[in-house]
């Protein structure tokens, strides 16, 4: 409701304000990329497959659960060269670890590294992200499950080992969200887990009263866990004490950032069937909440959190995908933070705001004319030609029916549900609009899509898609666009700092362009993109200016080479 | 006995003015002068009085819901009407303000709870119906049903209940609420795929209205422009218009 008194004013100022950061000439020099699917090429064969319950409540509870399908791109071997994590959630069912062979194909070597289990018959494989925990150079994984979570060190040479026993991340949790940030910047990688349901096990179901008790504003969800990681390979739950274990809602997703420029990472927590959340990072190891004033509360179907800022006003952007579609109109959102504490919803006025049934959504500048892009997956269930909705609605509307308790919900069967979507590709006018072109692009496939990873997989400077589906094969799209802009490519490597450098903000000058990243640490739904920082550049063949602040606040300016991949080290500049 | 109906329609209207009871209407005024001092809670209050003395008017059971609206009291008024028709379950003006005061909370209500809310307004204006199926009980009936995704297959009931009311607003004078069902009709022709008759009676209707810019705007487009503008009417975030005031400004001419 709040959000809606002040949309008029805040929404004047929100399109001033990306009108007037923009520099005259400065806009969208008219380039489109264009991808090629060459995931059966790459040697990526595979599909993921939801988990099947047993018993009456099996459809059901399948269908509430029909996520699991993440990616997760990380350098494991430090060869250069990024590699694939993908999950798989049906139980005996292996992940898989691509390993990028360097010439556009991948090698399925989890089993050898042993980090292939994980959909035992007590727990379904969820998210999973690349994080080194320990900052000894070597990434580490984190398997988020509804069960207990899985830590695999790094042993380096292709091994890992899974040391979540004695890492304290032992407790059960419906967990399908999970990023990895330095929220007290002690150097230290902490964990932010999004809970879905509460600590149930729906694999051994007890009590039915399970399923969220208001479908637009329940409070019986799992909320979000908050590991602190205490730099001796351990972590400690610190949820309460850190202020966040009042949310009660249904997370799909979690996101980190800097959202009030002040050297902190805030969160943003997207909820289904409720309201999502922002926290403020008080900077003494607790949040507060602020999401009256930042945002308002909601009653959406909160999926995806990426964080980006996509006007280059200096200021980071939420991006947060919910449910649009021809029977539920709750258009994305699209957070333009006005830098006074406050956000204002410019997704219809922009552009982006049908994205269909919502999932993840990412931010990157794919034909480098340093102007953020946006590509969105979507679509629940592609089944057969019935529809589910006429079926659900007489259980929907039967006054006082129980939403919580499974046994109300009618089995879905062989029907669809917001099926067959096409999905979207935002191509960013540098006017403060975008203009939706995926079938232009390449990129419009109708698979129920759950993640998006951006990677670099040839480094070649133009950025590359992988796509995961539920119960689907994922995708990976190449980008072969031709007539792209220059750019940086950046690995960053903290010392006093986390070693991934995640949190630290890179600025680039060029071309009449100021442009801020922030690199973050798994944002948006089932998918973590590349640990480096890109920028497109356009038509400029030199950078004017490139500043870094590091999470531990050393503030380092350097000249870097454009149209390579470069490693810069805290307090030594590049390194290679 | 058609004849009878629409008399009975204007009977209803007219009761707004010179049948209101005199405790009813002091509470109705004490009421009007909450609302210009902005003291929302107090008209409820009033308003309440006023319908409670006299459950058939429209202007009070109408003003008492603007109010609602304007104060965000939306269960407020959900909760009165629900008791108000326990008592007078045969009142067709209760019904109907009842599945009102359902619509009325939809834009500020979440998707999943819009589809419950409406729902809940149409189980109430078929109760409205079915006790006297007047003009407005057909319109507002036939229009609630356009607003349902297309999944539901409800536009063909909208059309029925339409052409019904349309049929009963030919055989009286002209009214100009009336043009009213001359859009809804063509929108439901539109959603149920029917273009031609669409454009036959936003014509119909502009001959009686010809200055009405909501049916010119629908003949003037074509194609997907015309299917926006008609879907952007129907967007459940949006506030409808249950506003009755037509009706008893009519009467009391």
């Known amino acids: 409701m709040v959000r ?74 430090n060869d250069g060269y990024d590699d694939l994590f993908m999950t798989d959630s049906e139980v005996g069912k292996p992940n898989h670890l691509f390993h990028n062979n360097g010439d556009l194909t991948f090698t399925d070597v989890a089993e050898q590294a042993g980090v292939a289990g994980g959909n035992d018959p007590s727990s379904i494989v969820s998210d999973a992200i690349w994080f080194d925990y320990d900052n000894d150079g070597l990434p580490d994984l984190l398997v988020a499950r509804f069960g207990t979570p899985i830590l695999y060190h790094n042993e380096g040479h292709g ?63 799992g909320g979000v866990t908050l590991w602190r990681n205490t730099g001796h390979g351990s972590f400690q739950d610190v949820t309460k004490k850190a202020g966040l274990g009042k949310i009660t809602g249904w997370t799909l997703d979690v996101g980190h950032g800097d959202f009030n420029n002040n050297g902190l990472q805030d969160i943003y927590v997207a909820c289904d069937f409720g ?73 219809s006025d922009v552009g982006v705001c049908d994205t269909g049934w919502g999932w993840a959504a990412k931010f990157a500048d794919f034909d480098n004319d340093g102007w953020q892009d946006l590509f969105v997956v979507n679509g629940l269930r592609s089944a057969g030609s019935d529809n589910y909705l006429p079926v659900l609605l007489p259980m929907l509307t039967t006054p006082g029916i129980d939403f919580s308790d499974v046994n109300n919900w009618p089995d879905i069967g062989d029907r669809s549900w917001s099926g067959y979507q096409r999905k979207r590709f935002f191509h960013n006018q540098g006017n403060a609009t975008f203009q939706e072109i995926g079938a232009t692009v390449g990129v419009n496939n109708d698979r129920d899509g759950r993640g998006i990873a951006i990677i670099d997989i040839d480094n070649d400077g133009r ?76 038509a400029s063949n030199k950078i004017d200016a490139l500043r870094i602040r590091w999470p531990s606040g050393r503030v380092e300016i350097f000249d870097v080479p454009i149209n390579t991949f470069t490693s810069v080290q805290e307090g030594s500049g590049i390194v290679k | 006995m058609r004849k009878l109906k629409s008399v009975l ?29 902005n003291d929302l809670g107090k008209a409820m209050h009033c308003l309440e009085l006023a319908i409670a003395d006299d459950p058939e008017n429209v202007r009070y059971a109408s003003e008492y819901r603007q109010v609602a609206i304007r104060s965000k009291d939306f269960d407020r008024s959900i909760d009165y009407f629900s008791k108000l028709v326990a008592n007078h379950p045969r009142s067709a ?48 009936r036939g229009a609630s049903y356009l607003f349902w995704p297309k999944i539901f297959n409800k536009a063909p009931l909208g059309v029925a209940d339409l052409e019904k009311a ?58 997907d422009q015309l299917v926006t503008l008609i879907e952007n009417n129907f967007d459940p975030n949006k506030r409808v218009d249950t506003d009755l005031r037509e009706i008893w400004l009519d009467a009391r001419e």
Not at chain 1, 305 to 311: G, Q, R, T
Request: proline fraction near 3%; include cysteine.
């Open chain 2, 166 to 223: 349309l049929a009963l607003q030919k055989r009286g004078p002209t009214k100009p609420y009336y043009v009213r069902t001359y859009i809804a009709l063509g929108d439901g022709y539109c959603k149920t795929e029917q273009m031609e008759r669409a454009k036959e009676i936003w014509k119909e209707g502009l001959s009686k209205f010809p200055n009405d810019s909501r049916l010119k705007d629908r003949l003037a487009l074509h194609g």
């Open chain 1, 4 to 77: 809606r008194a002040r949309i008029g004013l805040h929404l004047a100022l929100a399109v001033w304000m990306g009108l007037g950061f923009s520099p005259a000439g400065a806009e969208n020099s008219g380039t489109q990329p264009k991808f090629d699917d060459i995931t059966a090429r790459a040697g990526i064969k595979i599909r993921h497959h939801t988990r099947t319950y047993s018993g009456k409540n099996g459809d059901v509870l399948r269908m509430f659960t029909s996520g699991g399908a993440a990616v997760a791109v990380g350098d494991y071997d």
């Open chain 2, 9 to 37: 329609l204007v009977m209803i209207a007219a009761t707004t003015v010179s049948m209101a009871s005199p405790a009813a209407d002091a509470n109705f005024r004490d009421a009007m002068s909450a609302v210009q001092a």
């Open chain 1, 159 to 221: 091994k890992f080992r899974d040391v979540t026993a004695g890492s304290g991340l032992t407790r059960f949790g419906n967990t399908i969200a999970v990023i990895a940030f330095d929220f007290d910047n002690d150097g230290y990688l902490d964990l932010l887990f999004g809970n879905y349901f509460q600590p149930v096990n729906l694999l051994s179901l007890k009590d039915p009263h399970v399923l969220p008790n208001n479908l637009d504003g329940a409070t019986n969800g």
């Open chain 2, 93 to 140: 003006n209760l019904h109907l303000n009842y599945g009102f005061a359902y619509v009325d909370k939809i834009p500020a209500a979440g998707s999943i709870t819009q589809v419950i809310l409406a729902n809940n307004a149409l189980g109430e204006f078929t109760k409205a119906v079915e006790i006297y199926p007047n003009w407005i009980a057909l319109y507002t």
């Open chain 1, 463 to 538: 950025l590359d898609i992988v796509q995961t589906n539920a119960n689907q094969a994922p995708i990976l799209y190449h980008n072969v666009s031709g007539n792209v802009g220059n750019w940086v490519e950046l690995k960053l490597m903290g010392t006093k700092s986390n070693r991934d450098g995640i949190g630290a903000r890179v600025q680039l000058q060029a071309g009449g362009l100021t442009q801020i990243r922030e690199l973050d640490g798994g944002n948006g739904y089932a998918g973590q993109s590349m640990h480096r920082v890109h920028f497109g550049i356009g």
């Open chain 1, 275 to 347: 309201t999502d959340h922002v926290f403020l990072n008080n900077g003494d190891g607790t949040f507060r909440e602020v999401t009256e004033k930042a945002t308002g509360w909601d009653t959406k179907k909160g999926m995806n959190v990426d964080v980006a800022d996509y006007n280059n006003d200096g200021l980071l952007d939420i991006y947060v995908t919910n449910i649009y579609d021809d029977y539920m109109k709750e258009c994305a959102m699209l957070w333009q933070n006005l830098g006074d504490g406050t956000f204002v919803d410019v997704s």
